[in-house]
């Protein structure tokens, strides 16, 4: 019965463009507040006055508003896709290498891989991202290949690339990362050499795409995991729903508790101040502005979020 | 616009009747899995092979299926009901003095709070409870008349009680919850005596209700903060977004990822083997089913909300 | 062969008035220096202009200079007497219950002790003093009264006593001990009523003895175990050592490392600017100013213990 | 006056020759017990029937017994080495990148790191070795040279040399040393290239000696920091009583405490099965055997130096 949902929200009377139309108003005036992501230079230079925000509907309308057409650095929330590759690749067979709980405090991050014997705690941290860029190496002959063709496709667009120069920024400065990939891999979680499975993270966080790219791309979340337009299942209906619910607790950093309340739908966000959100059986969506708040999510995006779910009564609670 | 929800869910051409006949068949197969809470006596003795649903409708209808008029120990349960009286009390200020957060592990708990200067992660771990427990000490003349009473209200039945036995064991048995508290009060993040705080505690974690009664009593978390019956305001429809989504990212100890998954709504669970759960717009339910699986929830009862929302396509994702 | 010492220094030609002359006269240009304990208003009272020095030689010889003769709050200098008793009472059966390692640092007591399952690291710590108050309790028909003649007996004054004001001072504002104490009871670790440990542990602390009375309390750790007066054993040669190598190590909060190079002596502090010391076959000594340092130390005390080894060459290494 | 040492302990009536002959047999009895170190299979292939001691008198005299001309890997040992010239290097300047307390225990290594931003708690945990490796290595021009050239002169023996297969099979399988110099160098407290430094620390835990040769490297620590032969200064008097402190209180991994006691004097051990031990103004002295106790200390090592000091009563206690 779970193919048959019973919760189609309701758009009657709902002016979309209106709504965006206020939002992106509303948001301008804010222009300037947060910081912009400076570990590495080329995060660095994007200007803060940039908001865009789309909504791509499972009727296959696109509803946009501000600079919803310029690319960013999707940085994590590419860990959405790579998590539905890994899935494909191996099947439940993944939680046994990473949990599917919130993590509570990146404080703690190192202590639990150790208290937990190499287990990550869910695939949007960093180590369960490594975990799963590692399954992905494995279960794919041209795992970058295969990457890009999924965002492609999901997208539309077939332009969907990387950016090589915050890709090598990322591999110059991430000594983080590199000690947590050695960490996890002393724990035998790792199956593919560690440079090759951090290049891989790499270059997903370094893919460059816009709002609607992205609205369109996560629309099988909201679709029981079939694309809108083709009918082609990306992922099982149960793994649709594992993703949205990993989104909600996990997504926004150390924000997750805060989101489901601000913003009540299963979103994940990224350090380039993209955030991409799913409303059940109705849309995937995307805001994007560069300054961040002192959690790391995109501080107007949030807001824009905020509103769009309280003006439209689209949240889940 | 929040007021007038966009997602009320379609229960047309759903036998709930069936589907909870259907669940408790199944149910009652399992009987003997899980293990009864045994760190007091008065728990331990429970027999295993209960297990009680209802559901009770916006509309005013209840539909249930089991032992739904079994009283048990609400246990943590009783944390959803003080979380809301304290915001009665004294409103955003309670989150100056408890996060909103999902917690990570129980291992963490006391070095979360040695780290975060003795603010608990949320109110649904046992060290936010007990600040919220003070919160309620300090704001209501006759706090445990005032619980009573609500629950009285909320459930329509006059005859909720608490249970003297339990209080006593546990307090004869709390070293742990005796520790948590005297280190928040060393943070001065508790202002009452300390022994009336861990009294007022075991007192509420002793109240004794059936399936039914407490179906009615979450009820308002799925109105947007009224009595469905009354129309009486509860608490504010922000509040209730607030409760519903701390439930959703932490009300069912460190399985909240799982939950969320898994059944899909927001839920808080107690020791006691039962387990609240909201359909937001919809209906407030409940199960019980004593045995609990290892991470401290009902085992039957996260079964028989697993089924539910599948067979009913009512989940929030 | 251990009976016979291999080690004993030699005093030759050393003046020993002289130096602590020197001593005393260097430590009172810098009085004004370091933080006087305040967690208590009786500490808090303590002038800071104060300094003490006193040793006790195992001819029976006693040197002293400065407020040598003054009476203070001894503090976790008792942990070195309960000690002593408790391994009368139960031998190297303490060490099931107490551990004989360094603690690393203060942040990390209470995630420790969940993590060795109550078993505290040192019984130097609170946590480790606890279960060596509560061994005492159970060891002894009349501990307090076993203690305080144990002190009497070991200064030869019979005058030693506690102060009821710092006990009940430590009593009223002591939450962080109270949790410690009911988190080891919740483990099992503490076999007396968790207040009576507290009050035991409140009293040692509370007693007062100025630097010529501690000083001859500690020879029988320079002294294989005997007191140079009577003959009579105090504790065996192996706890002799035991007790010196935990004070090496354990003995000056989070600055044992710090102490073992610029003191070089087995060592106890209190935060009542105590500290006594030992020099194995030649001396028991002991300062005190009430300024402590960062760590908690007597700030001066520590100072005029540096200068006295390394005046004599009495450091052990 | 701290030149002219107080404790000179008294060797007369002993027969050392006799005391290692009688530990000989008696560790010979035992041969078998402990477990060899198995993490790189150069190390595991080492046979557990072999024990060696050496004493190296200040007079210049030697004296030993059992296997003490075999080489073994010297690993940890090494640390005391890299200390003395890093100490060289850039004297105190180096507290400011390690400090010199016990570390607690193994599990808290990177949560200390985290918390104490990249400075490891002392210069023999595996993170402190790495900062002195960095230290050395910016501190002299041919760092491999002079570690060498170090060891050959302290030692007399000019065939002091590496294991390539030791350190190539430890850079094979060392993920956690990634892991963790990494990490250091994510706080800026590695300024060399990570794998530069890790090479350099897996060459001189690589080295080879035997218990003569190492017996002799250390008797400059007992020794106020001079060559007894040649009277070069090797480093200070100060650095002397530093690097014993630190071997006291942080020598033997987490076993410190129980060295302190068992065996009294400052001590350093590494996975391979040697020890090194001073003797304050005396000796330096060596142990060999490849079985390890449970913190990895060779077991029957740890034995004879407590059957050691406490046949001759040179412990310092």
């Known amino acids: 019965m779970h193919e048959t949902p019973r919760n189609p929200r309701d758009l009657t009377g709902l002016d979309l463009d209106d709504i965006l139309g206020t939002i992106n108003a509303e948001v301008r005036q804010r222009f300037g507040e947060g910081r912009v992501a400076d570990y590495i230079?080329?995060?660095?230079?994007?200007?803060?006055?940039?908001?865009?925000?789309?909504?791509?509907?499972?009727?296959?309308?696109?509803?946009?508003?501000?600079?919803?057409?310029?690319?960013?650095?999707?940085?994590?929330?590419?860990?959405?896709?790579?998590?539905?590759?890994?899935?494909?690749?191996?099947?439940?067979?993944?939680?046994?290498r990473v949990d599917r709980e919130p993590s509570g405090d990146p404080f703690n991050s190192l202590i639990?891989?150790?208290?937990?014997?190499?287990?990550?705690?869910?695939?949007?941290?960093?180590?369960?991202?490594?975990?799963?860029?590692?399954?992905?190496?494995s279960g794919f002959d041209a795992p970058e290949r295969t990457l890009l063709e999924f965002l492609r496709k999901r997208s539309g667009n077939p332009e969907v690339g990387t950016d090589e120069v915050v890709a090598r920024s990322e591999r110059e400065s991430g000594y983080r990362n590199v000690a947590l990939a050695n960490f996890i891999r002393s724990f035998g979680n790792?199956?593919?050499?560690?440079?090759?499975?951090?290049?891989?993270?790499?270059?997903?966080?370094?893919?460059?795409?816009?709002c609607?790219?992205?609205?369109?791309?996560?629309?099988?979340?909201?679709?029981?995991?079939?694309?809108?337009?083709?009918?082609?299942?990306?992922?099982?209906?149960?793994?649709?729903?594992?993703?949205n619910s990993v989104m909600m607790t996990a997504g926004t950093y150390d924000a997750a508790g805060d989101f489901a309340f601000y913003v009540g739908l299963p979103a994940k966000s990224g350090v380039g101040g993209g955030i991409v959100a799913v409303v059940p059986h109705v849309m995937g969506l995307c805001v994007w502005s560069?300054?961040?708040?002192?959690?790391?999510?995109?501080?107007?995006?949030?807001?824009?979020?905020?509103?769009?779910?309280?003006m439209t009564g689209l949240a889940v609670f």
Chains 1, 2, 3, 4 share one sequence.
């Not at 080329?42 to 696109?62: C, E, K, N, Q, T």
Request: hydrophobic share 40%; proline share 4%; charged share 25%.
């Open 290 to 310: 560069p300054g961040l708040d002192e959690k790391g999510n995109s501080l107007l995006g949030r807001y824009a979020l905020h509103r769009f779910t309280r």
């Open 112 to 137: 639990q891989l150790e208290h937990e014997k190499g287990i990550p705690r869910n695939p949007f941290m960093n180590a369960g991202a490594l975990v799963t860029a590692d399954v992905v190496l």
């Open 212 to 243: 609607v790219d992205l609205a369109r791309s996560v629309q099988y979340l909201a679709n029981a995991g079939r694309c809108p337009v083709s009918g082609e299942r990306v992922t099982s209906a149960e793994g649709t729903t594992r993703i």
């Open 190 to 210: 790792l199956h593919n050499d560690v440079q090759d499975v951090l290049d891989f993270y790499y270059l997903q966080c370094s893919l460059r795409m816009d």
């Open 41 to 96: 230079p080329s995060l660095a230079d994007v200007p803060r006055d940039r908001f865009g925000i789309a909504l791509a509907l499972l009727d296959g309308s696109v509803h946009e508003a501000g600079n919803a057409r310029e690319r960013f650095s999707i940085q994590s929330i590419s860990k959405v896709y790579t998590l539905t590759l890994a899935l494909e690749a191996i099947g439940d067979e993944l939680w046994k």
